[in-house]
């Protein structure tokens, strides 16, 4: 894009948001400050690192064969740089415990160490980025009952136990290491196919092993988690035990305890289809002293196709900024979609993710709010709709140019290049 067409266009908007009261240079600065996390996990399907077990299962997949997916972590580390090069802001990225670097030594998830992410930790570092972190309770013979902290079996309930133990020592290592801390999400696919009679009794089972797990107090300046609500999965049509009044229940209890710290997880394809997750926020935000969001587009079911900004994602963030509480939301990325360039995926994602919140930050709230005070429904649902068309695009599109990252779809030929260069080099 032309540089002077992205600053006439930009001063054009800057003089219409002002009529409006709003200070775009002022909502620029705010977006430098507002971290998204990149899953490292749209890189390659979900694959993970480790020799002899990784990929999914537990009701979530990648469909598709795009060429040139990561094969080890330094070509899942390049592409990620590449995305980020495409990316105006701050990134954070995310990392999944299944994404260990082994090295041959012969060692389960139970066991898994911060020296196994040693080299994700020294790539961060080198980066000035922070890392967030996820136990992975999915794609491993040990998860294939799809029953992991909730499994009656008491041999697999231990695995899981020290696997997510062992998770969050890694995951503080790496906020200790990052200077940030790591946001780790713990999500368990456990849920049952068809009827379940024992339905309280797996919850029973799920609540005294978060109950151990969460027994060690971890020092919220380098780690903070969060549990991950979910209403149905393929293979857990009928039944999820980690639903969203078991965690809404257990962050309660938690809170009433003492512990402030732990988190509800709101992945946006985890509700019914036509539940949206933007009204939650201002009622957990009441309550909860911080939550995390996962940022997702599910498509008739909780598919995870790349976001993009829809209305969804729009009002979401809204709700966000209409708060001011984008210090107390984390937003993390969560889609895998193998049928397209899965550096586009990436960039597609958070760019969008980033457009809307900008979009948010720009809303003529205050002009919507007096309407609504004075009970004049019919202006505000006018503004509403009018402030749909503000050109939130030219103040974008000078957020990358102040970034020095390519405005509007200028991106495309270098992902084109990368992928001619780098991608289909790949066997
Ligand atoms: C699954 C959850 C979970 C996973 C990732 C890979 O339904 O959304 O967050 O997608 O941990
Ligand atoms: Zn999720």
Same mark, same amino acid.
């Given at each position: 894009?032309?540089?002077?067409?992205?600053?006439?266009?930009?001063?054009?908007?800057?003089?219409?948001?002002?009529?409006?009261?709003?200070?775009?240079?002022?909502?620029?600065?705010?977006?430098?400050?507002?971290?998204?996390?990149?899953?490292?996990?749209?890189?390659?399907?979900?694959?993970?690192?480790?020799?002899?077990? $990784?990929?999914?299962?537990?009701?979530?997949?990648?469909?598709?064969?795009?060429?040139?997916?990561?094969?080890?972590?330094?070509?899942?580390?390049?592409?990620?740089?590449?995305?980020?090069?495409?990316?105006?802001?701050?990134?954070?990225?995310?990392?999944?415990?299944?994404? #260990?670097?082994?090295?041959?030594?012969?060692?389960?998830?139970?066991?898994?160490?911060?020296?196994?992410?040693?080299?994700?930790?020294?790539?961060?570092?080198?980066?000035?980025? $922070?890392?967030?972190?996820?136990?992975?309770?999915?794609?491993?013979? !040990?998860?294939?009952?799809?029953? =992991?902290?909730?499994?009656?079996?008491?041999?697999?309930?231990?695995?899981?136990?020290?696997?997510?133990?062992?998770?969050? *020592?890694?995951?503080?290592? !790496?906020?200790?290491?990052?200077?940030?801390?790591?946001?780790?999400?713990?999500?368990?696919?456990?849920?049952?196919?068809?009827?379940?009679?024992?339905?309280?009794?797996?919850?029973?089972?799920?609540?005294?092993?978060?109950?151990?797990?969460?027994?060690?107090?971890?020092?919220?300046?380098?780690?903070?988690?969060?549990?991950?609500?979910?209403?149905?999965?393929?293979?857990?049509?009928?039944?999820?035990?980690?639903?969203?009044? &078991?965690?809404?229940?257990?962050?309660?209890?938690?809170? #009433?305890?003492?512990?402030?710290?732990?988190?509800?997880?709101?992945?946006?394809?985890?509700?019914?289809? =036509?539940? =949206?997750?933007?009204?939650?926020?201002?009622?957990?935000?009441?309550?909860?002293?911080?939550?995390?969001?996962?940022?997702?587009? $599910?498509?008739?079911?909780?598919?995870?196709?790349?976001?993009?900004? *829809?209305?969804?994602?729009?009002?979401?963030?809204?709700?966000?900024?209409?708060?001011?509480? &984008?210090?107390?939301?984390?937003?993390?990325?969560?889609? &895998?979609?193998?049928?397209?360039?899965?550096?586009?995926?990436?960039?597609? $994602?958070?760019?969008?993710?980033?457009?809307?919140?900008?979009?948010?930050?720009?809303?003529?709230?205050?002009?919507?709010?007096?309407?609504?005070?004075?009970?004049? &429904?019919? *202006?505000?649902?006018?503004? =509403?709709?009018?402030?749909?068309?503000?050109?939130?695009?030219?103040?974008?599109?000078?957020?990358?140019?102040?970034?020095?990252?390519?405005?509007?779809?200028?991106?495309?030929?270098?992902?084109?290049?990368?992928?001619?260069?780098?991608?289909?080099?790949?066997?």
């Amino acid at each position: 894009m032309n540089k002077d067409n992205i600053i006439k266009a930009y001063e054009a908007a800057e003089k219409t948001y002002s009529e409006y009261g709003i200070d775009t240079n002022a909502v620029l600065r705010k977006m430098e400050d507002i971290q998204i996390s990149l899953h490292c996990w749209q890189g390659d399907d979900v694959t993970g690192l480790e020799q002899d077990s $990784g990929g999914t299962s537990g009701g979530i997949m990648a469909t598709g064969n795009y060429p040139g997916k990561a094969r080890t972590g330094e070509e899942l580390r390049a592409d990620l740089d590449m995305a980020m090069s495409l990316l105006p802001g701050k990134q954070r990225v995310n990392v999944h415990a299944s994404y #260990a670097e082994l090295d041959g030594e012969k060692v389960d998830r139970d066991r898994y160490e911060t020296k196994h992410y040693i080299k994700w930790i020294t790539w961060a570092v080198d980066r000035g980025i $922070g890392l967030d972190f996820n136990p992975s309770c999915f794609g491993h013979p !040990m998860a294939s009952s799809d029953m =992991t902290l909730s499994s009656p079996d008491e041999k697999v309930r231990r695995f899981w136990i020290d696997h997510v133990k062992a998770c969050r *020592n890694i995951a503080s290592d !790496m906020g200790r290491a990052c200077k940030s801390p790591c946001i780790t999400n713990i999500w368990i696919p456990d849920g049952m196919k068809d009827l379940t009679p024992n339905r309280l009794k797996y919850r029973g089972i799920l609540k005294e092993s978060l109950d151990e797990i969460l027994k060690e107090k971890k020092d919220p300046a380098f780690y903070k988690e969060g549990l991950e609500c979910k209403l149905f999965g393929i293979g857990s049509e009928s039944y999820v035990v980690g639903s969203h009044e &078991f965690y809404m229940g257990y962050v309660g209890q938690s809170r #009433a305890a003492g512990n402030e710290d732990l988190m509800i997880t709101l992945d946006m394809g985890h509700f019914h289809p =036509t539940e =949206t997750i933007s009204d939650k926020i201002s009622a957990l935000l009441l309550f909860n002293k911080e939550i995390l969001v996962h940022v997702s587009r $599910g498509v008739r079911w909780d598919s995870d196709h790349v976001v993009i900004s *829809n209305e969804d994602v729009q009002e979401v963030v809204r709700e966000i900024a209409r708060a001011d509480a &984008f210090d107390r939301v984390h937003l993390a990325l969560d889609f &895998f979609d193998a049928s397209i360039n899965r550096i586009s995926a990436w960039v597609i $994602g958070t760019r969008a993710t980033q457009k809307a919140i900008l979009g948010a930050l720009l809303e003529p709230v205050g002009t919507l709010r007096e309407a609504e005070e004075n009970g004049n &429904f019919g *202006n505000r649902l006018a503004l =509403t709709d009018e402030f749909r068309s503000l050109p939130v695009g030219a103040v974008w599109n000078k957020f990358c140019l102040d970034n020095e990252v390519p405005a509007g779809t200028d991106w495309l030929s270098d992902v084109s290049e990368y992928e001619r260069n780098v991608l289909l080099k790949r066997a």
